[in-house]
């Protein structure tokens, strides 16, 4: 009805369409001011403070370029835990997506009776805490002959005396990177999941129709394609997973982690602002981190839906 | 398991098993050192020749072992002989300490009054015939310092069993006055005090594993019973010795009951509320809160100590007592109503006595089983109830700590722990301490060649841990499994695995020691049966029995009501406790406490009664969980809510403040240089900065090296008193499967590992004007080589429980808080007077000629500087009335409140909270041992705090980096290639601290070069 009015009047200006839609701002409401407070204010605020020096107690300082100047060329801790966060997203990202996408996968041949129950397991590990996990974790890595891992490895006959998994460097960024496999794996899970059952039964029978002879090609002609809004969704929820990787570490290893093995982006982040309060410092960390995780969405939006053209 | 039954080792020959027999003692592994001389009375071989014969001193065996031989050679109970003395007349006493009174505590006769905590005093009993006695003693704790009396008794010259070595006599405590309210409805505890009372005692099992006294063997004739002081001063009045005391079975007295004629009783039944325990024999054994609906009184919006006991009600013997008002003579029925979730699988067991006696037999052993899910109520007797006869007037119930069911395995248990440290002794003697040497790690042993039994051996213990698990699969109901018999299976699989190979067990040793350890832990846990008690109520013997539990909807209600309540007020607030009327002139104070409630409601409590009637400034108290007390000063600060004094902050933080303009400097206040002379000069130097002082100390801790006398002794070993006699003790340890304790270091606790030899050697963390890092020194670099030689020569474990390990012997010397000398003393008194705490071991003091430094008395000077840490108050620059800050902080610190706070603290919480106050002649003021305060005291002389500079996080930091660089590189390497020297490892380290340093001073002072005012030493 207001658009059949509209049409009639001549070209309203900016502010007369803005006040003829008022109605549908209030529908908008909710999310844009929730959406403002929570995100946008934060992270202009940490933008913002990016450029300064603040230490919590006295009022900022601006400081120019000088905290990205100093994170880019002279923080070797920083390359440590960028280089650490790679090889943790480089492992986590990509094989935590295929596996969740496999495992869902597999579930939805399940018959419908006990996918409810499978589902359950599989998703369970995301609900509970970090630290729940980190303490469970710590049961099987734990670095006497108790712990579950080395009492297998023990038992095996793979080594004499128990491995220190925790504190060990060696060993420490690998224990991460398991773990969070097996948390992550149900990140994105649930959306496939969801996803499975939105494609309409008819497709397949159309693809049967055309010729499909078994379960992969179906996977990869129907499904797959059918599934885009979900994997992309999937994507992102993987990638700030892996790239924000933190608590788990610090529930692991303490903090700070045995000569930084364990260090990623976000702890080193914390670190700056909560040990040595140099706000400053730390949002033009977190100013980093957005950025990349920005860029690789977008990377991976692009990637994605040129795919299924 | 199939010889479950006969394979206890009365039948096991064996060269390792008979020494066995008399080796199985109260700490697990006292007696590694010595294969026993002494032949006990149950053994009748011989110990092999040089085989552990360099001990000669004598471990005696458990009570339990002990009374199997009795009964075996057929040694019954003595009749009808009661032989008493006056305390006064023994034949012989050592004589300082003790004197005879002829009246005491409104008890006349020859009475001893035994002041002093040491000496011993003789009496000679002689006995018409030969058997099993019992020993009874009317004692009164004279004043001492709150814990619990320990003596010993030989008896010819011998500690006839283990047991003797520490029989326990405790204090009766009675609650000041009824709990105490606050302005906002919450309890309190009350304070306790002690009871001067007589008190009739039996000498009994002191871990409360027999739910009989103890019995001695005396044969027809004279005997000298020798009491020996461990702690505490006590007065005797008699003594008897007098045949065991058989109380009659209940089905004997329920006939006695019918032949009286006593009738149950009809519409009489009277309650106590079990939280208004009339005495009490320890402090620590208090009123606590519980929110189950139906526990009585109920909790509202307010908290309500509703409920006594726990898990703080758990040390044998210990018990409490109740009065209550009986309306009609009559049999009654005796419902308790309990909860014991704490000891899972079994039931806590108490023995019941009713004015002072038990009323049967039956009586000395009541059971209350586990429960996962809460309370229940226990009617005593279970299904069918027994009947307790009682005259109309008050009586006295008492319950006490019996732990009898578990007796004989945790007996057992402790044997398969001396067995095991026993074996590991005879393989170290084969193959020598380093086994596991990193850099040959396929070493092969054919240790069955040198030591054939070995393997028949590993199976007799793994024979004898079946026994043991069967034994607890046997107290639980049918198809549980009861998870400490999970622990022991785990151990017994290990060495199953072990017994396939025993070649291998060389290079297994330290999962062989965990193992061991594990047993010592299990036993001690066993042993600990908390009980919580809402209410005992005595009730005619057909009575319907009430409900434990509420049920689920009721449950659901409370906590909904719980949680709504929570909005509506504030749990962290400490209300007034006594109405102040109208001040002058009304101040207010905010006040954060980072310490237990408890604390904080004894400050407010005590600021109350003194700081603001005085100077008419109100406290509003507010307790902060210590975790994150940080966190939330800083939050509420930019918020402009922070308080305006915060108590209980650990020594770091105030500088953070100082340094970004939020703190205020205490020097320039009137009074100042008074209340620095309360405390060490060192004490104040952390919390110096730009030559101010932003806080003053409360409390203390420091490092004191803790050791077992009685092991020390048998391996013939002196304490250490340099680091050279630590690392030449070390390898003599080792041997004997033991080791030394030193704690491990983390990322982000200041280098406290580090700082004892880095002083030592002469070196510090900071340059003297606090700019760059002080560890490029040869002097720092020497300590760091010993630091790491410690883990990587001399193989001193990284990470260790050493409290259980102290107490099962298996590290009988390391160091450790100060507050391990609270945890010994409250929690493990079955090694009172068998431990001493020393300074830290030090190094000789070059006297700059070459030479070594010496003292006043030309002894050589040691110097035994360490770190350490404080907990501190402070003001904050947004504080709107600094005088009345500083007045507050000034009476707090002062030595008349800190003895006041630490002596309330420990009468509420027990010995456990002693208040290490910083206040040099507040500490004096508590009740110390000489000996114990004269180790601090010298120890405190060598504190030495480290200088707060700007970034000091990252030398914990890198020397953390640094010390496991260098010693996992070693311990843990997979080849040559991948060793670190420490030198590399610490010039690294200072390479990073420096650039940080220098980037901190930088944000800091932004013109570089700028010297940083003060923060040098």
Redesign the interface.
């Known amino acids: 009805m207001a658009r059949a009015r509209a049409a009639g009047t001549s070209r309203p200006t900016i502010l007369g369409r803005l006040w003829r839609d008022r109605v549908s701002y209030l529908f908008m409401a909710p999310f844009l001011l929730l959406f403002t407070a929570f995100t946008i204010v934060p992270v202009a605020a940490a933008i913002g403070l990016s450029f300064t ?1 603040f ?4 009022a900022p300082r601006f400081a120019g370029w000088a905290n990205f100047r ?1 994170l880019f060329v ?1 923080d ?1 801790v920083f390359l440590i835990a960028l280089a650490n966060t790679f090889k943790f997203a480089l492992f986590t990202g990509p094989l935590g997506y295929v596996l969740a996408y496999l495992m869902a996968w597999l579930i939805s041949q399940i018959p419908k009776r006990y996918r409810l129950l499978y589902t359950l397991a599989f998703y369970v590990p995301s609900l509970t805490s970090t630290v729940v996990t980190g303490l469970l974790v710590s049961y099987f890595f734990s ?4 712990g579950f891992i080395n009492n297998l490895l ?2 095996m006959g793979l080594t ?5 998994f925790l ?4 060993y420490m960024l690998n224990v991460l990177i398991v773990v969070q496999l097996w948390m992550s794996m149900c990140t994105g899970f649930l959306a496939f999941i969801g996803g499975f059952t939105t494609i309409p039964p008819d497709t397949y029978e159309a693809g049967l129709v055309d010729g499909i002879r078994h379960r992969f090609q179906e996977l990869w002609y129907i499904t797959l394609p059918q599934m885009k809004p979900q994997l992309l969704f999937a994507a992102v929820l993987q990638v700030v997973a892996a790239l924000a990787v933190s608590d788990l570490s610090v529930a692991l290893f ?7 093995a364990g260090h990623t982006i976000l702890t080193h982040m914390s670190d700056f602002a ?5 706000m400053g410092y730390a949002a033009a960390v977190a100013v980093v981190l957005f950025a990349m995780m920005f860029g690789l969405n977008k990377f991976l939006g692009n990637v994605l839906s040129a795919e299924g053209e | 398991m199939a010889r479950r039954r006969g394979s206890p080792g009365n039948r096991m020959g064996g060269r390792l098993r008979m020494p066995l027999l008399f080796a199985i003692c109260a700490s697990a592994v006292l007696m590694t050192a010595g294969a026993g001389q002494k032949t006990g009375p149950a053994s009748d071989a011989t110990a092999p020749a040089g085989y552990g014969a360099a001990i000669a001193s004598a471990i005696e065996e458990s009570y339990q072992r002990v009374r199997t031989g009795w009964e075996r050679r057929g040694i019954r109970d003595a009749a009808e002989v009661l032989v008493e003395l006056e305390g006064g007349d023994y034949a012989a006493a050592s004589v300082p300490g003790l004197r005879v009174e002829s009246s005491l505590a409104g008890r006349r006769g020859r009475i001893l009054s035994w002041a002093a905590e040491e000496g011993w005093v003789e009496y000679d009993v002689s006995v018409p015939r030969a058997g099993l006695y019992q020993i009874e003693l009317d004692y009164l704790a004279l004043p001492g310092r709150g814990s619990s009396i320990q003596r010993a008794l030989r008896i010819d010259g011998a500690y006839q069993y283990n047991e003797l070595k520490r029989l326990e006599f405790p204090r009766i405590w009675r609650e000041a006055g009824p709990p105490l309210k606050d302005s906002l409805g919450d309890e309190y505890n009350p304070r306790a005090v002690e009871v001067m009372r007589w008190q009739t005692a039996f000498l009994a099992h002191p871990d409360g594993l027999s739910a009989e006294p103890l019995r001695v063997h005396l044969t027809r004739g004279r005997h000298r019973l020798r009491f020996e002081a461990i702690r505490e001063p006590m007065a005797i009045a008699r003594l008897r010795v007098r045949s065991p005391r058989r109380p009659a079975p209940y089905a004997e007295v329920a006939r006695a009951y019918a032949a009286n004629g006593y009738a149950d009783v009809r519409d009489a039944a009277v309650k106590v509320q079990a939280e208004e325990a009339y005495e009490r024999s320890s402090p620590t054994i208090r009123r606590e809160q519980d929110r189950e609906p139906l526990t009585e009184p109920r909790a509202g919006k307010h908290i309500v100590l509703n409920v006594l006991g726990g898990e703080t009600w758990r040390q044998g013997g210990s018990w409490a007592s109740w009065r209550v008002k009986v309306p009609k003579s009559g049999l009654y029925r005796l419902d308790l109503r309990y909860q014991q979730s704490y000891l899972p699988d079994f039931a806590a067991g108490r023995s019941l006595f009713i004015d002072g006696e038990l009323p049967f037999a039956e009586s000395a052993f009541v059971e209350f089983p586990y429960s996962p899910h809460g309370w229940q109520v226990l009617s005593v007797g279970g299904e069918k109830p027994y009947k307790f006869y009682l005259t109309a007037g008050t009586h006295t119930i008492t319950l006490q700590v019996c732990n009898a069911r578990v007796g004989p395995v945790i007996d057992r248990v402790r044997g398969v722990a001396v067995d095991m440290a026993f074996l590991v002794q005879r393989v170290l003697q084969i193959t020598g301490p380093a086994t596991d040497d990193p850099e040959d790690p396929y070493r092969e042993w054919e240790l069955t060649k040198e030591f054939p039994d070995l393997k028949p051996s590993l199976m007799r213990i793994i024979r004898e841990l079946d026994d043991c698990i069967a034994f607890l699969y046997r107290l639980v109901r049918r198809g549980q499994h009861p998870q400490s018999a999970a622990q022991l299976a785990q151990v017994r699989d290990q060495l199953a695995d072990i017994a396939r190979d025993p070649d291998s067990l060389p290079r297994r040793l330290t999962q062989y020691r965990d193992s061991q350890a594990k047993l010592g832990a299990w036993v001690l846990n066993l042993m600990q049966q908390g009980l919580a008690l809402d209410y005992l109520a005595l009730v005619p013997p057909d009575a319907p029995r009430p409900r434990g539990a509420a049920g689920v909807f009721h449950r659901i209600w409370q906590a909904v009501r719980d949680l709504f309540g929570s909005f509506t007020r504030d749990y962290t607030q400490i209300g007034t406790f006594r109405s102040q009327g109208r001040l002058r002139q009304e101040k207010r104070l905010k006040v954060w406490v980072a310490y237990p409630r408890d604390h904080a409601r004894i400050l407010k409590e005590l600021a109350d009664e003194d700081f603001t009637p005085r100077t008419g400034i109100r406290l509003d108290v507010n307790v902060v969980p210590s975790a994150n007390v940080f966190s939330a000063l800083i939050l509420s600060y930019n918020a402009g809510r922070a308080p305006d004094v915060c108590v209980g902050l650990w020594s770091p933080y105030p500088v953070e403040f100082a340094m970004r303009n939020a703190g205020v400097d205490l020097t320039r206040f009137r009074g100042y240089n008074e209340v620095k002379a309360r405390f060490k000069p060192g004490s104040l130097v952390p919390l110096t900065y730009g030559g101010g002082v932003w806080a003053l100390p409360e409390s203390q801790d420091f490092w004191m090296l803790f050791y077992r006398q009685d092991i020390l002794d048998q391996l013939g070993l002196k304490a250490p008193n340099t680091w050279e006699e630590v690392f030449a003790l070390i390898p003599r340890l080792k041997m004997r499967g033991m080791d030394f304790y030193y704690p491990y270091p983390t990322s982000w606790n200041e280098n406290r590992e580090f700082a004892p030899f880095l002083y030592q050697c002469g070196g510090s963390f900071y340059t003297e004007d606090g700019l760059r890092s002080g560890l490029n020194t040869p002097q720092a670099l020497r300590a760091f080589k010993m630091w790491t030689q410690l883990y990587t020569d001399y193989n001193t474990p990284i990470q260790a429980d050493f409290f259980s390990r102290f107490r099962t012997g298996e590290m009988p010397i390391g160091i450790d808080d100060y507050y391990m000398y609270s945890r010994l003393t409250a929690a493990a008194p079955e090694l009172a007077g068998w431990w001493r705490m020393a300074p830290l071991p030090g190094m000789a003091k070059p006297d700059g000629k070459g030479g070594v430094a010496t003292d006043a008395d030309g002894r050589p000077l040691i110097d035994r500087s360490m770190g350490g840490y404080a907990f501190t108050c402070m003001m904050f620059r947004t504080t709107k009335d600094k005088e009345a800050a500083w007045e507050f902080m000034k009476w707090w610190t002062s030595t008349d409140v800190q003895i006041r706070f630490g002596i309330q603290l420990e009468s509420v919480v027990g010995v456990e909270a002693r208040w290490n106050s910083a206040n040099i002649e507040a500490l004096k003021g508590l009740p110390w041992a000489k000996r114990d305060i004269d180790a601090i005291l010298e120890q405190w002389n060598w504190f030495k705090e480290r200088p707060v500079v700007v970034g000091g996080y990252i030398t914990q930091r890198y020397v953390y980096n640094a010390w496991n660089r260098a010693v996992y590189s070693v311990l843990y390497s997979s080849g040559k290639g991948t060793y670190i020297p420490p030198r590399e490892a610490l010039e690294d380290a200072v390479r990073h601290i420096d650039r940080e340093l220098l980037r901190k001073r930088r944000e800091f002072f932004p013109a570089l070069g700028t010297r940083q005012p003060g923060g040098g030493e």
Request: proline share 6%; hydrophobic share 25%; glycine share 6%.
């Open positions: 020096h230490n919590l107690l006295e100093e002279d070797d670095g006497d002959r108790y023990l038992q004499e005396e128990p491995l220190n504190t060990d460097k060696k303490g903090f700070p982690s045995a000569e930084y909560f040990t040595r309060f140099e």
